[in-house]
């Protein structure tokens, strides 16, 4: 299975885009911004469930410390309101801090994980924080008179 | 012959689909209609200006400076939250861009089944359970997604807007997850405001009239009487709005959900969002996050992106190699050893089935009036008597 073909700027430049997979959100408590770790099928040979399960976890953990309500989310509610709101034009909100976090860890986990796979996951921030979309390129580990056809469609990309 | 193209740098707002205006290239977002606005901001400007003109000197020298500085600063806290609430992105849900939408269109086609020719298919409707309570999601027709549970989409703006309260014609703007706080804020603050003016414009009025009569003292601050028929007014609507939305925010449900009735009645799922604990729900709402805008506003569009769902045919340029995100499938669905069993259908005829579906009826996807709002209807006939 080992597709140790791609690096991030091969995928974005000039492999060609089979499919995308759209996991969604769980609202299973509540409104909070938390996505499903149900393993899309379409996934199942690309990459481990383990890491994919690890990713989504790891997200969902980063969205609940930004949209925990505790003792910091106070302050900065007061702080705010009693310079109507004004404070945040020289300062970051938590959330925001914490979504430079997430950017950040995604860019990572593409380019070690899924990249590598010939996967890429865009940042749901990007799509309205309602899917992880993840987008399937050409497998190039695959044999056979199938890599014929996929490596025709891939240097007729070029 | 040489032609220089200089390509301005064009901004996602200037492509965003939805009936909003946007103001100083993009960091300002308001509804169309803006009339109600104005008269908004005319009638809280011009009554703090009479005020200030016509009390505060009085009242500062006969009973205390402070009076004036108090005022002061309410006005300013007032019209900070009038500007916030208008001018901020209500959180407005994207649309689907088209594989997303393909991607949920298969979905529903997949759990539909096969719907017998003239047949109606079922509606689309996605049951999910929320704290144990089964929860309906709509699908809406206009944006192609699934709304997230207490989304709704405004009529109006022609946008589906997350924690959806009402649209508000006096603040130009729709009121929903990202700025509902500084409207309660603004209602609430606006009450102390009118409150506050009014008591004074009466000790002011009495004051003067000890000295020399009622009818003289009448004639003296004619800017007073203007003053106290517009709080008079104001008072009944803004305090009773602050009561009301005071009574949504401790049992955490939307004007939207009051108005429809989804949590009343006995047959009918109790509030999932509720925390059953009126500090609780209250922190919720006034001391929770400050949800960030997920309409990349001012955003520079690359070459080939498109920030909406465009039923049109994908452009042929390929994306620009700086931003790897929005990538356009560059070929059809190959099938190959990887590709499962239900081989899915190529990109290319699922925007067809797309293109096709936006024909139906639309009238469905937009569920929200525009003024049926209590406080709304309450305001509008304010208005008329403030008018005449």
Same mark, same amino acid.
């Given at each position: ?30 409104? &909070?911004? $938390?996505?499903?770790?149900? +393993?899309?099928? #379409?996934? @199942? ?7 994919? !399960?690890? &990713?989504? $976890?790891?997200?969902?953990? +980063?969205?609940? #410390?930004? @949209? ?7 302050? !900065? ?82 | ?388």
């Amino acid at each position: 299975m080992a597709t140790e073909f791609h690096n991030l700027q091969e995928l974005r430049h000039s492999a060609s885009l089979v499919n995308k997979v759209f996991v969604q959100r769980d609202y299973s408590e509540g409104t &909070t911004c $938390k996505f499903q770790t149900k +393993f899309p099928s #379409e996934l @199942e040979s690309r990459v481990e469930r383990t890491l994919f !399960e690890e &990713t989504v $976890k790891t997200l969902n953990n +980063f969205y609940a #410390e930004a @949209e925990k309500i505790g003792a910091h989310s106070y302050l !900065e509610a007061c702080v705010a309101c009693s310079t109507a709101y004004l404070v945040f034009l020289c300062m970051e909100t938590r959330y925001e801090k914490v979504l430079k976090k997430i950017a950040k860890y995604i860019q990572e986990q593409n380019e070690k994980v899924y990249a590598p796979r010939g996967l890429l996951i865009t940042d749901p921030i990007d799509r309205g924080m309602r899917v992880i979309e993840i987008s399937i390129y050409e497998d190039r580990g695959s044999s056979g008179s199938s890599s014929a056809s996929s490596s025709t469609s891939g240097s007729t990309a070029r | 012959m040489s032609a220089v193209m200089i390509t301005r740098k064009v901004r996602k707002w200037e492509k965003l689909p939805g009936k909003n205006t946007f103001c100083c290239d993009g960091r300002v977002m308001m509804a169309r209609q803006k009339g109600v606005f104005y008269l908004t901001l005319f009638l809280i400007v011009g009554t703090c200006a009479l005020f200030f003109a016509f009390e505060c000197p009085y009242l500062a020298v006969h009973l205390s400076p402070t009076i004036p500085v108090f005022a002061v600063v309410l006005f300013l806290f007032v019209m900070a939250m009038l500007l916030r609430t208008s001018f901020s992105d209500p959180g407005v849900l994207p649309r689907a861009l088209p594989e997303e939408a393909s991607f949920i269109e298969m979905e529903i086609e997949a759990a539909n089944g096969n719907v017998p020719a003239g047949q109606r298919p079922p509606p689309r409707i996605r049951n999910v359970q929320i704290n144990n309570q089964i929860v309906k999601l709509k699908y809406c027709y206009t944006c192609k997604i699934f709304r997230p549970p207490r989304a709704s989409h405004c009529s109006i703006c022609d946008n589906c807007v997350d924690r959806f309260d009402h649209h508000c014609p006096w603040v130009g703007n729709c009121v929903g997850k990202r700025n509902y706080r500084f409207f309660y804020l603004f209602t609430l603050s606006l009450s102390l405001l009118t409150i506050y003016i009014f008591t004074f414009d009466i000790v002011h009025v009495v004051m003067r009239s000890v000295d020399s009569g009622f009818l003289n003292a009448l004639k003296e601050t004619p800017g007073t009487v203007l003053e106290v028929l517009v709080c008079f007014f104001t008072l009944w609507s803004v305090v009773g709005l602050t009561g009301f939305h005071t009574y949504l925010i401790s049992l955490n449900q939307t004007t939207n959900e009051d108005i429809k009735g989804s949590w009343s009645g006995k047959n009918r799922v109790q509030n999932p969002y509720s925390h059953k604990n009126i500090m609780k729900n209250c922190s919720e709402i006034l001391c929770g996050p400050t949800y960030p805008s997920v309409l990349d506003r001012r955003g520079v569009m690359q070459q080939g992106d498109s920030p909406s769902l465009t039923t049109a045919a994908t452009p042929s340029s390929t994306s620009d190699s700086t931003v790897p995100q929005t990538t356009k499938p560059t070929a059809p669905l190959i099938p190959n050893e990887h590709t499962p069993d239900d081989a899915k259908p190529s990109i290319a005829t699922s925007t067809e089935i797309s293109t096709s579906l936006t024909e139906e009826s639309e009238s469905t996807a937009h569920k929200v009036p525009p003024l049926a709002s209590p406080e709304t209807d309450v305001e509008a006939s304010i208005a008329k008597a403030a008018a005449h």
